[in-house]
């Protein structure tokens, strides 16, 4: 029978291969990741950072939103930037951050798509796939559901608030409504002049990149249409 000591001992070299295993491997695949968007912001003739010095690109941590003020240890990467004709600067990035501590700690990783365009003025709204949670923290806020009776599968799709309905429904006009029945399942957020989008603890491959960041814009044009 093996002596106590030389099994813990081996027990203890075991996990320790483990856990070095799991970092060697988790370094390797944020390195993999990081060199293919690099290779798609060269494509794509956008600036490319790797990571952002503030914590979250600059602008979005005076914007307000929600996503930015949870949990802690919030940090974004992989910054994809350019400048469109009309000065919108649209950025994609990964974000990510942490809630509780210890053996509760959870962190979320999404990819996010930002514009800033001085004149959106958008109102102040929050839309989420619809589910219980969402509607938890709406009805603890004060704040109904936004329906439209003439797009019944977005008002069963979607939780959408906001203070100003009025001005969020001239926004949220057919063309946006039956663009988002047509891609469901992703959050949105706008308020002045920022519009961001994500799915929820969800990253973009880098393979898709391209056609998240087209859907964003298209997202962003029909807003503007009003």
């Known amino acids: ?52 010095v503030e914590g979250i690109p600059s602008g979005l941590d005076q914007s307000g939103f929600e996503l930015f003020q949870r949990g802690h240890s919030r940090c974004s990467f992989n910054l994809l930037s350019k400048r469109l004709i009309d000065d919108t600067e649209i950025t994609l990035f990964d974000y990510e951050y942490t809630i509780g501590h210890t053996r509760d700690r959870g962190t979320y990783r999404m990819t996010v798509f930002s514009a800033y365009q001085k004149d959106l003025r958008l109102p102040s709204f929050r839309l989420h796939p619809e589910n219980a949670f969402f509607h ?39 063309g946006v409504l039956s663009f988002l029945e047509d891609h469901l399942n992703y959050a949105v957020a706008g308020s002045g002049s920022y519009l961001i989008l994500w799915r929820s603890n969800q990253r973009v491959q880098p393979e898709a990149i391209e056609n998240f960041m087209r859907l964003g814009e298209e997202l962003l044009q029909r807003l503007r249409r009003i």
Request: charged share 25%; net charge positive; no cysteine.
């Open 1 to 52: 029978m093996m002596d106590p000591f030389w099994l813990i001992l081996i027990l203890f070299a075991a996990l320790f291969v483990g856990v070095v295993g799991l970092i060697v491997l988790n370094f390797y695949q944020k390195k993999k990741r990081r060199e293919a968007l690099e290779q798609v912001a060269a494509r794509l003739g956008m600036r490319f950072a790797a990571w952002s």
């Open 136 to 174: 938890g923290i709406a009805k603890a806020f004060g704040m109904k559901d936004i329906n439209f009776e003439s797009h019944p599968k977005f008002s069963r799709s979607y939780l959408l608030r906001g203070q100003d309905e009025d001005q969020i429904r001239m926004r949220f006009h057919p």
